[in-house]
Nanobody
Framework: QVQLVESGGGLVQAGGSLRLSCVASGRTFSSYAMGWFRQAPGKEREFVRG????????YYADSVKGRFTISRDNAKNTVYLQMNSLKPEDTAMYYC???????????????????WGQGTQVTVSS
């Protein structure tokens, strides 16, 4: 069992930056690949960025390419999402999620992720 707690959301002007954090507790953090997803009101949840267990491979959605960076610190049981050049369309609830590092399912869909956090709200004003 893994518990995930996100933080770092807030209100920011367009063009600004935020860094989200997700702290994991429970089983060994390095046993899991991690992903960030988001969901805006009235829209489906969408993949944002993913990272493998060691941090050697990362995955991104085209909508955040060149703007959002994912990283992890296994010693701190934490995964980060650095968000730069924020746009109003980035406004959403952001969730981190964990899946077993041996799970071969796609990073881009939510189906392989077993554990989810409660989310942190990001609002970008124009």
């Amino acid at each position: 069992q893994v518990q995930l707690v996100e933080s770092g959301g807030g209100l920011v002007q367009a063009g600004g930056s935020l860094r989200l954090s997700c702290v994991a507790s429970g089983r060994t953090f390095s046993s899991y690949a991690m992903g960030w997803f988001r969901q805006a009101p009235g829209k489906e949840r969408e993949f944002v960025r993913g990272i493998n267990w060691s941090g050697s491979s990362t995955y991104y959605a085209d909508s955040v390419k060149g703007r959002f960076t994912i990283s992890r610190d296994n010693a701190k049981n934490t995964v980060y999402l650095q968000m730069n050049s924020l746009k109003p369309e980035d406004t959403a609830m952001y969730y981190c999620a964990a899946k077993d590092k041996y799970d071969g399912s796609s990073y881009y869909t939510g189906t392989g992720y077993k554990y989810w956090g409660q989310g942190t709200q990001v609002t970008v004003s124009s």
